[in-house]
T-cell receptor, first 111, second 113 residues
């Protein structure tokens, strides 16, 4: 079935470093793709989305491009801050309004 | 702002108890969802409702049931709680339609002793 795979393991980096979190997907059709973020002690909130191939979603300095040829939706930010420390989930929309989530990546930004 | 409110942030229950987790949304969304979140497993869908009194099983419905008597409220019921149901439970809601955003509550951390 439709699914999302995120790179394994937490990500630790220094403030102002470049962040990339990899996400690839498997889908029978052309799903919408999402990145959600979960700050400590909170629920998930939408970070950005893209609904068709070559769309770029962006928000708060984060970007991700829907790449149909590589079935990917990698998240990037050029210069992270301590406040970006959170768990990041990639997701795709399938079936009747459902979302399939990746396992999430814990990002820790050190001052 | 969309608001999804879960009735409890933390709950501690005993094995065998019947447990109710409540979720209310204020945006007139058709769809409501219950997930559980476990370390290393991400979010897994338990149940989904697309209208009042309508429901669909998700990926892990065993040991759970749901109730949606009003559009704004979606309840998750653990008929007889077990220790393997200790987890973080997240409720979400959305409008119908492809690509619509799901809005999440803050979560309920349930411990079953």
């Amino acid at each position: 079935g439709d699914s999302v795979t995120q790179m394994e393991g937490p990500v630790t980096l220094s403030e102002e470093a470049f962040l990339t979190i990899n996400c690839t997907y498997t889908a029978t059709g052309y799903p919408s793709l999402f990145w959600y973020v979960q700050y400590p002690g909170e629920g998930l909130q939408l970070l950005l989305k893209a609904t068709k191939a070559d769309d770029k979603g962006s928000n708060k300095g984060f970007e991700a491009t829907y790449r149909k040829e590589t079935t990917s939706f990698h998240l990037e930010k050029g210069s992270v801050q301590v406040s970006d420390s959170a768990v990041y989930f990639c997701a795709l929309n399938y079936g009747n309004n459902r979302l399939a989530f990746g396992k999430g990546n814990q990002v820790v930004v050190i001052p | 702002d969309v608001k999804v409110t879960q009735s409890s942030r933390y709950l501690v229950k005993r094995t065998g108890e019947k447990v109710f987790l409540e979720c209310v949304q204020d945006m007139d969304h058709e769809n409501m969802f219950w997930y559980r979140q476990d370390p290393g497993l991400g979010l897994r869908l338990i149940y989904f409702s697309y209208d009042v009194k309508m429901k669909e099983k998700g990926d892990i419905p065993e040991g759970y049931s749901v109730s949606r008597e009003k559009k704004e409220r979606f309840s998750l019921i653990l008929e007889s709680a077990s220790t393997n149901q200790t987890s973080m439970y997240l409720c979400a809601s959305s409008f119908s339609g492809v690509g619509n955003i799901q809005y999440f509550g803050a979560g309920t951390r349930l411990s079953v002793l």
